[in-house]
């Protein structure tokens, strides 16, 4: 197989974890939303999840004051609002508002779900031992909830400047993995 270099600037593009979500943080009864693509699993149960969030971003501050939050998973209906969400801050418009979208109340968490997202999962900070160091909040998921009538979910992928990859076919294998 012949291969050429690659920019280490871009690599992030091939290893993109997961679905792009939608992180839902509130403050003194003000809620804001910041799109994500940099978050791993790491640990089934209870389920844990790292993700990198800017000290640039306004919900950098939030979470790190309120240590809660919400993940919200959207699909590719919502990805024009995913784009607008992670385009704009919270520090200057209510992103509810200007994009649409409907807060739901969690049961655990003071951030809102947001209603469109098929799935939406509470949290809350359990180690914040790295967030100086790496801008790493580790979280553990309280409380998820989930669309029972969407089967097959086309989530996107975020492959670096806007391009996005769109979950498609669902294959099944044997497996020992859970
Ligand atoms: C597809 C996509 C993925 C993103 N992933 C991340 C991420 O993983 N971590 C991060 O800090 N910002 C990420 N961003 C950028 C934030 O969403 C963006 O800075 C946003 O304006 C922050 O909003 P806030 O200031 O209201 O918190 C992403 C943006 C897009 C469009």
Same mark, same amino acid.
């Given at each position: 197989?012949?291969?050429?270099?690659?920019?280490?600037?871009k690599?992030?593009?091939?290893l993109?974890? $997961?679905?792009?979500?939608?992180?839902t943080? !509130?403050?003194?009864?003000?809620a804001?939303?910041?799109?994500? #693509?940099?978050?791993?699993?790491?640990?089934?149960?209870?389920?844990t999840? $790292?993700?990198?969030?800017?000290?640039q971003?306004h919900?950098f501050?939030?979470?790190? #004051?309120t240590?809660e939050?919400?993940?919200?998973?959207p699909?590719l209906?919502?990805?024009?609002?995913v784009?607008g969400c992670?385009?704009s801050s919270?520090?200057k418009? /209510?992103?509810?508002?200007?994009f649409?979208?409907?807060?739901a109340? !969690?049961?655990?968490v003071k951030?809102?779900?947001? /209603?469109?997202?098929?799935?939406?999962?509470?949290?809350?900070?359990?180690?914040?031992g790295?967030?100086?160091?790496?801008? +790493?909040?580790?979280?553990?998921v +309280?409380?998820?909830?989930?669309n029972?009538?969407k089967?097959?979910?086309r989530?996107?992928?975020?492959?670096?400047? $806007?391009?996005?990859?769109v !979950? $498609?076919?669902?294959?099944?294998l044997p497996?020992k993995?859970?």
């Open positions: 197989m012949s291969k050429r270099s690659f920019p280490l600037s690599v992030y593009g091939l993109e974890p $997961g679905p792009v979500v939608m992180v943080t !509130a403050r003194k009864g003000q804001n939303i910041m799109t994500m #693509s940099w978050h791993t699993m790491m640990e089934f149960e209870p389920p999840i $790292g993700c990198v969030i800017s000290n971003n919900t501050g939030i979470l790190k #004051s240590r939050c919400v993940i919200n998973i699909t209906e919502l990805a024009e609002k784009v992670g385009n919270g520090r418009i /209510d992103k509810f508002k200007v649409g979208l409907t807060q109340t !969690a049961s655990f951030a809102p779900l947001i /209603d469109e997202c098929y799935a939406n999962l509470e949290c809350k900070v359990v180690d914040g790295m967030i100086a160091k790496y801008n +790493l909040f580790i979280l553990q +309280l409380k998820a909830w989930i029972p009538d089967k097959d979910p989530t996107i992928h975020h492959r670096g400047m $806007g391009v996005f990859m !979950a $498609g076919e669902t294959i099944k497996s993995m859970k």
